[in-house]
């Protein structure tokens, strides 16, 4: 893991917020599309069977996955499988419409047990046992080296900055299937009080990490697509950023704040010097979600490279 992480530096030189500061408005961070939380289970592109009868299959894998989500729903959904394989003949379509069926159910239930024992009980059928197995999908750490160095600026002051952006590593594991990665979750936000974690003030529930632009969500086997889900600005970058008019904190000390799509007014945006601990949850299309707990720890200090800046800020894996 030692290696994963290359020092990054790019410089960027970013017309930062003057036309906005010459004309007095403020300009909102990139705030991206809200990733949809509806459902829909189609058959892959590649059907060897019919595909009017896969339709209307996952037309009912839709309506299920949808559905409340009752007691018994573990036995349901193995009379669901049981029904699938003798509609649809073709293993891997039947194995990709269940998995996905799992992978919708477990982004509204957040069970992981559940989730892991229905995975087990499709691997252990013959049916899927015999077809392209889904891809495996982890979220990883550098603890070492948590974080990468870029430089950022103001082209016509003249001025420049590093900027340090906190990342994971969302890694394909598998050697056959291409990932599919539909967005990335931040929760379970606590800070340590005292003795004691208490959770985040002011929390929203569905806040997601933006996907990186020049990254696709199609992850080759093997391959891995490095997710910044936290980045630290020096004061005058805030200012010049006009993020002491947006943003919750002290714009006159550095900030370490997590890259959300869209950042809700009632949510403190800003990670106070201190401990915290928060969840990282990759949902995927075609596999079951990864998730990482992480803990942070920041002395509230900014320095100019990477080798200080590692002595100030501590991400370790709790998993």
Request: proline share 7%; with cysteine; glycine share 4%.
């Amino acid at each position: 893991m030692n290696q994963l992480i290359r020092h990054q530096v790019r410089c960027e030189v970013l017309f930062l917020a003057m036309l906005p500061l010459l004309s007095g408005c403020v300009s909102w961070p990139s705030l991206g599309s809200r990733p949809s939380s509806e459902c829909q289970i189609v058959p892959p592109e590649k059907l060897e069977s019919d595909r009017e009868v896969a339709l209307k299959v996952a037309a009912d894998l839709t309506a299920f996955a949808t559905a409340p989500i009752k007691a018994n729903f573990e036995n349901a959904f193995k009379e669901k499988a049981t029904q699938t394989f003798r509609a649809v003949p073709d293993d891997y379509a039947a194995c990709y419409m269940l998995l996905k069926t799992i992978t919708c159910v477990s982004e509204r239930s957040n069970n992981k047990a559940m989730t892991g024992r229905l995975v087990d009980y499709l691997n252990q059928t013959n049916a899927c046992k015999g077809a392209d197995t889904p891809p495996t999908a982890r979220i990883e750490l550098d603890s070492e080296k948590p974080c990468v160095r870029e430089v950022a600026g103001n082209d016509l002051t003249r001025e420049f900055w590093n900027v340090y952006y906190c990342q994971v590593y969302v890694h394909n594991a598998s050697d056959r299937s291409v990932l599919n990665a539909r967005h990335m979750k931040l929760g379970d936000l606590h800070q340590l009080e005292g003795d004691r974690f208490v959770p985040w003030p002011n929390v929203v529930e569905e806040a997601f990490v933006e996907w990186p632009a020049d990254k696709s969500r199609s992850i080759p086997p093997g391959d891995k697509v490095p997710v910044s889900f936290a980045r630290i600005f020096p004061p005058e970058l805030q200012r010049i950023r006009g993020e002491d008019r947006q943003f919750s904190g002290d714009p006159n000390a550095p900030q370490i704040r997590f890259m959300i799509q869209r950042w809700h007014r009632v949510m403190t945006s800003h990670v106070d010097p201190g401990t915290h601990r928060f969840k990282l949850t990759t949902f995927f299309e075609n596999a079951p979600p990864a998730e990482a707990n992480l803990e942070l720890e920041w002395s509230g200090r900014y320095r100019d490279s990477v080798e200080a800046m590692v002595e100030d800020i501590h991400i370790r894996s709790l998993d």
